[in-house]
């Protein structure tokens, strides 16, 4: 078939990559160079990079594909970096080596200058058997004078030629393996060519042998018919003088001999170049064969690096298509498994659907026919409450030991309230209770198997969390989850809940679908309502007064919005016009803020949004002139002061202004043209806001009627910033009994009188120091310094977040830094402080190295920095001076040293010894002086009085390190009183026991202050307790009686000591501390016990 009845006709060719298959449709007549550019239109490929692969080799450039039906081809994709490599020129045998399956031949000239080497190779061929044709001619003659013109220009143009291609073979740009055919092939042609040469050479040889011998043959013939002629004599015989025909004969013979010696010498002389000749051919002729073995082994070496590559070439592309094969099986598995899953999902799930229309599984998934389990927390929360938190789980999920729930501090919980958000709950985490069995690795299979039957569960948990939220119609309880392993907070649907068995309390349920950290937030609540085509009218759930219309056609498709609420109540505005006179003494008053969120910020026809707002009270009800004259009112004589917030004002009858607000993306209102409004009643008390761009959020200012609106945006920005801060007091009180013992309470202004009375109930009847009024944020941080003489006697944490409904306060004990200091004051004194951070304005001057008043201040600039909102001065009494101890007498009957031997054994030993205590007394070493005085001092008395006084008297004198009761023991023994010795003894034994006593009771005692004090042992008191297997109802009546955690902690010990009476140890109680890892105060006690 002919190119021309090609061209109309198209086969698909398939052409496989690395990552895919691509079918190509061509024409039957295309060639590779059109296959490549149809593989760049489709895959957007370069030519450049495209290497089309056929059974391993390459095909070229121009080359024509193969007719056959299903073709297959392999295209190899080269980087950008190989194809700038190949088109400089640059070679590398190693990675053409490691490469050799990747590419072909890249550089057409190389192939061209190796065609032509062969095609040169050829022709030099036919002239080498054109040579030997002439070395075989029967014309010897003839022979002999080509032969040196024929081998001078044959061999030259041969070694010319040779050496030309020699170096465009060396500098040849090869990429791969793939292509060595065609070096195979210029190998076996030079090959080829040395074979010939090897002939012609042989040849020649023999021809150059056939000649010599000729020669050598005419040469003996020629000398040996001189010898037998005897011409030498003749020859060398001068010429005579002889006739005329003689001498010309003579000289006719003389010049053939002449000619005949030059020929022999000329025979000679070229038989000397033949042999000349022929040894160089014979040299030449070794190193051909030399040369030929050489290519030999390159054509062989060639081969079988070809022979590798296309092995290698195979193996690879059988890999690729093992693993090609080995991944579609596997997506197959993976799919089929898919299907399978999904099969089983969607069976139970149409059998669950059948089953919930019946009342049994409507019973059975009710959370309120569900397992209860109760967590508590021990002296953890912030408002009252007597749990912590009630999970409902569906039966066999969890039990109770399963979960552990504790508390999370707000600081460490990265919870970001927003600007109207308020924390009413406390911060708790539900987490899986490690496994007593195991620990490690054991653990952590443990909780993590819960973590997914949980979260694997049919229904998902219910959990019941306490909060304080009061009772407002503009806000909604919502319950933010953070899941375990996450740092994202998430906001889960929640409605409140009652329980039979807790009726007062507050509880909201949510449906976590895992357990995590959970808080309870109010926040403004959420209206969603959707328009139709229709159009409509839908009124806000907060404000009834506040609605949003669109009439017809407004909305193309069914769309969907929210709409949120945030209500400015008359107080607000009455009290930031106090707080704020320079910049909101224009306000009269203000509209709720609303907020819209629909898909699109731009809407194709204008809605109505009815918005109230308080009309001017101050504005006259009727016309001045349809009042008598004598009935106008008069100004009355109060004070403006006196006049609540509406009353009337002279300067308001002029009339007053309406502005529309709308809040930017960077925070700031701003006065905006871009929405219409309209009142909607004689009152004024309603507007309609007509718009078709949808703000974040607008607002309605009504204001006198000479304000601009610059001064507008002021009073906006300034009451916005109002509405989201708390205006709060600081209180400090000590208790009456122990004025170490404060409380530093943050408490709104409109709970301070509850505050107050509640504080005095927990024993703090001291005076108490107040703040002024300061401004804090929802959630903000407060830092308590100290400064002065005072500071806090233990450890306690200092930064505690503000909340408007649970407690901001922070219970310490305080003491003395220096107790000599401030002795011109009868008490020592300090001072508390309360920071935040906040923005600062500080001054920017020019030179920081001269002093600041000759500095030169460049402006002013706001940086990030703490800010002090208050100070509180703190007293702490003095104690009462130590009046001077009186000189203390020794008595007659008392004995100052504390041990065995006291008064009473005295007595008991004066009343039993007789007439022996004088040599009792010699044995004692008291001096005779002294027994001598005993005896006047009672003279005509009895012994007893005497005896007495003398066993004091040696009591006295003896020293401290000396062992009493030995030397009195020692001393008995020697006049003959064993009785009294078993006595001393008995009376040492009881003793022991009664010191050993007092000392564990007095031990015990100063541990129970130690761990009282200790801020671990404060805190996880309940876990000591616990372990000191204290019962739960003792632990309640004690938390019920006592109020202050240090109270609560040594009454807890104190009852464990009476309950375990004599088991009640130091060991023991170290042991309790060891258990829960206390190390610090093991630590302290261990040394209490050692020391």
């Known amino acids: 078939m002919d190119t021309g009845s090609k061209e109309g006709q198209t086969r698909m060719i398939h052409v496989q990559t690395e990552t895919k298959n691509l079918d190509i449709s061509v024409d039957l007549a295309c060639n590779v160079q059109g296959l490549k550019e149809s593989i760049e239109e489709v895959e957007g490929i370069p030519v450049q990079q495209q290497e089309i692969i056929l059974n391993g080799k390459e095909l070229n450039h121009g080359e024509d594909l193969p007719q056959q039906d299903e073709l297959t081809l392999q295209l190899v994709v080269k980087s950008d970096s190989n194809v700038e490599e190949s088109a400089a020129g640059n070679f590398s045998t190693e990675a053409a080596e490691e490469e050799y399956t990747e590419a072909d031949f890249e550089d057409s000239t190389s192939l061209d200058k190796v065609d032509s080497a062969n095609q040169d190779l050829k022709e030099k061929d036919n002239e080498t058997a054109s040579v030997n044709t002439g070395l075989d001619s029967p014309n010897p003659q003839k022979a002999d004078d080509g032969v040196d013109s024929l081998i001078s220009d044959h061999y030259q143009t041969l070694t010319d030629m040779l050496s030309k291609r020699e170096e465009e073979l060396a500098s040849g740009h090869f990429k791969s393996y793939t292509q060595l055919s065609v070096l195979q092939q210029t190998a076996n042609h030079i090959s080829s060519h040395m074979k010939h040469n090897e002939d012609f050479l042989s040849k020649m040889s023999k021809a150059l042998e056939i000649t010599m011998n000729s020669l050598s043959k005419l040469n003996k013939r020629i000398i040996n018919k001189i010898e037998e002629e005897h011409l030498q004599t003749w020859l060398s015989t001068p010429i005579t003088s002889q006739d005329a025909s003689e001498q010309s004969k003579s000289r006719d013979l003389m010049a053939k001999a002449a000619e005949l010696r030059e020929a022999v010498a000329a025979s000679e002389l070229q038989f000397a170049a033949v042999t000349k000749l022929c040894a160089e051919m014979e040299v030449n002729t070794a190193e051909a064969q030399q040369m030929a073995v050489n290519a030999r082994i390159a054509a062989e070496e060639a081969a079988r690096k070809v022979e590798e590559a296309e092995k290698a070439a195979r193996e690879k592309a059988r890999v690729e298509e093992e693993k090609r094969q080995k991944a579609k099986e596997l997506e197959k598995r993976q799919q089929e498994e898919e299907r ?110 819960l973590e997914n039957i ?53 509880l909201v349920e949510c449906r976590p679908t895992g357990l995590g950290v959970f808080a309870v937030v109010h926040r403004l609540k959420t209206d969603k309502f959707a328009f139709t085509k229709k159009g409509g009218k ?27 609420i945030q209500p400015v109540e008359l107080a ?97 209102w701003i006065v905006t043209d871009e929405m219409e409004f309209t009142p909607q009643n004689k009152k004024g008390d309603l507007i309609s806001v007509n718009t078709t761009v949808i703000p974040n959020k607008y607002w309605l200012l009504r204001t006198k009627a000479s304000t601009s609106s610059t001064k507008a945006e002021l009073i906006a920005n ?126 920017i001057y020019e030179d920081n190295d001269k002093k600041r008043g000759d500095r030169k201040s460049l402006g002013t600039e706001e940086v990030w920095d703490t800010i002090m909102l208050s100070e509180l001065l703190i007293s702490l009494p003095k104690p009462e001076p130590e009046a001077p101890k009186p000189l203390k007498k020794a008595k007659i009957n ?43 001092n009672h003279v005509n008395c009895e012994n007893e009085p005497a005896i007495y006084e003398m066993l004091l008297t040696w009591v006295k004198r003896v020293p401290r390190s000396l062992d009493k009761v030995k030397v009195l ?65 003792e632990l309640r009546n004690i938390e019920n009686e006592y109020s202050n955690g240090r109270e609560r902690c040594i009454k807890m010990l104190e009852s464990w000591r009476n309950e375990a009476g004599e088991s009640a140890s130091p060991n023991t109680l170290l042991r309790a501390v060891k258990y829960l890892r206390l190390t610090d105060l093991a630590g302290e006690i261990r040394r209490m016990i050692t020391y």
């Open 454 to 506: 949980v979260a694997s569960s049919e229904e998902p948990l219910s959990v019941l969390l306490p909060h304080c939220a009061p009772r407002n119609t503009s806000k909604e309880i919502i319950v933010l989850w953070k899941p375990l392993h996450s740092l994202t907070w998430q906001a889960i649907d929640a409605k409140d809940c009652n329980i039979e068995s807790v009726k007062d309390a507050k």
């Open 969 to 1033: 023991c020692d001393a008995l023994r020697a006049v003959g009183r064993l009785d009294l010795v078993e006595d001393v003894r008995d009376k040492e034994y009881d003793y022991k026991e009664l010191r050993a006593e007092q000392l564990k009771e007095n031990l015990l005692k100063v541990i129970f202050v130690k761990i009282a004090q200790h801020p671990a042992g404060l805190t996880r008191y309940g876990e000591i307790a616990a372990v000191l297997k204290v019962s739960d109802e």
């Open 340 to 449: 399978i899953r999904l099969e089983k999902e969607a069976k139970r799930k149409a059998e669950m659907a059948e089953l919930k229309g019946t009342p049994e599984e409507q019973e059975r998934i009710n959370p309120a026919n569900w397992p209860t389990y109760t967590y508590r927390l021990q002296n953890a929360n912030d408002f009252d409450a007597s749990y912590s938190c009630i999970i409902r789980a569906l039966p066999g999920v969890l039990a109770q030991d399963d979960v552990t729930v504790t508390k999370v501090y707000q600081l460490e919980s990265k919870l970001q309230l927003e600007n109207n958000d308020e924390l009413i709950s406390n911060i708790i985490q539900l987490k899986p209770s490690l496994s007593s069995d195991g620990d490690g690795d054991d653990a952590s299979i443990s909780s993590r198997s």
């Open 894 to 936: 008392l004995v100052s040293e504390a041990g065995p031997i006291d008064d009473n054994l005295l007595k008991q030993l004066s009343g039993d010894l007789g007439d022996e205590w004088k040599m009792l007394a010699t044995h004692l070493n008291v001096k005779k002086t002294r027994i001598q005085s005993i005896m006047r």
């Open 572 to 668: 607000s505005v009455s009290d930031v016009k106090v707080r704020f006179p320079d910049e909101c003494s224009d306000l009269i008053s203000s509209s709720p803020i609303v907020s819209l969120q629909f898909p699109s910020s731009k809407l194709n026809r204008p809605i109505s949004i009815i918005t109230p707002i308080p009309a001017n009270s101050a504005k006259p009800k009727r016309p001045v002139t349809a009042v008598p004259e004598k009935e106008k009112p008069k100004s009355s004589s109060r004070p403006a002061s006196a006049f609540g917030l509406g009353s009337y004002s002279k300067e308001e009858e002029e009339g007053d202004n309406l502005h529309l607000l709308a809040l930017t993306n960077n925070g700031y």
């Open 538 to 564: 839908v009124f806000s759930t907060v404000d009834g007064r506040l609605c949003v219309q669109c009439r017809p056609g407004a909305f193309r498709v069914n769309t969907p919005f929210s709409m949120q």
């Open 718 to 843: 300034t009451l916005y910033d109002y509405l989201h801060k708390r205006v709060v007091q600081f209180i400090i009180k000590q208790k009456g009994d122990d004025p170490t013992d404060i409380v530093l309470v943050c408490t709104p202004t409109l709970k301070f009188d509850r505050t107050v009375r509640r504080l005095e109930d927990e024993g703090y009847s001291e005076a108490m120091k107040l703040s002024p009024e300061v401004f804090v944020r929802e959630g903000q941080k407060i830092e308590i310094k100290f400064r002065g003489n005072l500071q806090p006697d233990e450890d306690v944490d200092l930064v505690l977040p503000y909340n408007s409904h649970l407690k901001t306060q922070v219970n310490m004990y305080i003491a003395e830094i220096d107790k000599y200091a401030q002795k011109s004051f009868s008490s020592y004194r300090g001072f508390a402080q309360f920071y935040v951070e906040g923005l600062v304005t500080r001054e």
